[in-house]
């Protein structure tokens, strides 16, 4: 029998499995990359899957070169069995597709983070941006057309690859297109900052798909509320559908969970036993509160750490006796935007350490280098977890603390992280923007009687946990075959 060469499932994200890195002898080295979607996709059951992404640095454009048609030689390395094609993109339009447009433009407008009397303008450098978009978008599409065998289902991730759906229905009508979207989604009133042209290929680029599916039903609706006053679509909110010129789009509610089995496992291992005996014995007796974060707008870390503040200033009771523990691991810093909020997170907390350190009590711990092992070190010990975003898709560190925590931990969460909507009877709710508000809920978190956090930490982790990541692909791919 001829060996199969096209794939009947395949995935198409900005950032893939893998990342490469150039070993002291010159050599490649892969690194498996982690998150949900690379627990989810070790579900597939297929041999012939097809992960489609981009080189993201100088070492995976060599590794994607040296790779016939990109697809990278990863025998023996636990991707999950698929095969990985690395797509070596131009820089200078790669930088304008995932810097210039969706970290910039996509990610500020579902996030709601623009200073609007400043930014955006829609000028003709943003528009030279939008073109590189659009490059990049087709050369997913191409590299997914040419993988994809016959009536195959595509699950396309995420924001920067928006406009791909429709690019492929155009090249493959053939296949069951998914998309999954794995950020908020702008209100209609926010949304309408984009200029028409724009607005209606980011809209129409989703409708593409057979399926476009969400973390929340909030997320879906506003999605589908563009798509009725933009495009003139015509929606049916009970049966969440779109139709547009023709063509019907189910709209999915799957919110991702935490991989609880993945989680218990490698919180117990030797590296995070002795991250976390370095950490109590810089704690000491004290109480502890944690956020872990990537440095990102989003996360609201600035406001967070000015809630700390004044807790402390407000609340004498707590000095000497507690310590913040606040991981901030570095992200996106081509982006001045990013690096101005890093130092702002810097500067802020020098203050905090300023004003109420001594020669044996440091307030606040803040950390810059990525260390997942201490993360989960810090999930283990934390009283209370501080998870406040301006707005975020649906933040995984949420549910990963109530799994992991082993003595109960309160958690503080945004009502804007999606979250929130499986959380929100066991977590303390915060408006984002209220500092003073953020404090309170802090005190209420840290005075919470140790059986009621036990008590809520259980449920919360089972809720956490409802959907695993494995589950949460599955379900799409039925989804998507099944309609
Ligand atoms: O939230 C959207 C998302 O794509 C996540 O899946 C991921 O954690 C994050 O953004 C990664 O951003 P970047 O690839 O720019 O580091």
């Known amino acids: 029998m001829a060996e199969q060469t096209t794939a009947r499932v395949l995935v198409a994200s900005n950032r893939g499995p893998v990342a ?10 892969p690194r498996r990359g982690g998150g949900g979607l690379v627990s989810g996709l070790s579900a597939i059951d297929d041999p012939h899957a097809v992960w489609v992404c981009a080189a993201l640095g100088e070492a995976d454009r060599a590794a994607a070169r040296q790779s016939p048609q990109g697809r990278l030689d990863l025998a023996g390395f636990d991707v999950g069995g698929q095969a990985v094609r690395m797509l070596d993109i131009d820089p200078v339009v790669f930088d304008q597709a995932y810097n210039g447009v969706a970290n910039s433009t996509l990610w500020f407008l579902h996030h709601q983070l623009y200073n609007t009397p400043t930014a955006p303008a829609f000028d003709q450098a943003a528009a030279e941006r939008w073109a590189g978009f659009r490059e990049y978008n ?5 590299a997914l057309a040419a993988e994809a065998a016959p009536g195959a289902a595509v699950l396309v991730q995420d924001y920067h690859l928006t406009l791909v759906p429709a690019l492929l229905r155009e090249r493959r009508p053939d296949l069951r297109i998914g998309y999954f979207l794995h950020t908020p989604w702008a209100p209609v009133d926010y949304f309408r900052l984009l200029p028409d042209e724009p607005a209606a290929a980011v809209l129409t680029g989703v409708l593409g798909a057979d399926r476009a599916g969400f973390h929340t039903r909030r997320w879906a609706e506003a999605f589908a509320d563009c798509c009725e006053r933009v495009l003139g679509a015509t929606v049916d909110r009970a049966a969440l559908t779109v139709t547009f010129q023709g063509r019907t789009t189910a709209l999915g509610v799957h919110p991702l969970g935490a991989d609880a089995e993945f989680l218990r496992e490698r919180a117990h291992r030797a590296d995070v036993d002795e991250r976390l005996a370095a950490l109590k014995a810089a704690v000491g007796e004290r109480r502890t509160i944690v956020r872990v974060d990537r440095t990102e707008l989003s996360k609201n870390i600035v406001r967070g750490l000015q809630a700390y503040l004044h807790l402390l200033r407000t609340r004498p009771e ?17 982006l001045a935007e990013y690096r101005d909020y890093t130092a702002a997170v810097r500067r802020i907390s020098e203050e905090i350490n300023a004003e109420f350190g001594t020669a044996t009590w440091q307030p606040l711990i803040l950390q810059v280098e990525d260390d997942f092992a201490r993360s989960l070190a810090a999930y283990r010990l934390a009283d209370v977890a501080l998870v406040n975003p301006i707005r975020d898709g649906m933040n995984l560190v949420a549910k990963e603390v109530p799994v992991v925590s082993e003595a109960g931990c309160a958690l503080v969460l945004s009502r804007e992280a999606g979250a929130w909507a499986e ?20 005190h209420r978190g840290l005075t919470m009687p140790a059986a009621e956090r036990t008590e809520r930490t259980k449920r919360l982790a089972a809720a956490a946990t409802a959907l695993s990541p494995q589950q949460w692909f599955l379900d799409q791919l039925a989804a998507l075959t099944a309609s």
Not at 20 to 29: C, E, I, W
Not at 138 to 142: D, H, I, L, N, P
Not at 318 to 334: E, G, K, M, N, T
């Open 20 to 29: 490469f890195r150039h070993a002291p002898d010159g050599s490649l080295t």
């Open 318 to 334: 707590w000095h000497d006796r507690l310590v913040h523990i606040a991981f901030a691991y570095p992200s996106r810093q081509d």
């Open 423 to 442: 959380l929100a009877e066991d977590a303390i709710g915060i408006n984002p923007y209220d500092v003073v508000g953020t404090a309170e809920a802090l």
């Open 138 to 142: 087709e050369a997913f599409a191409a």
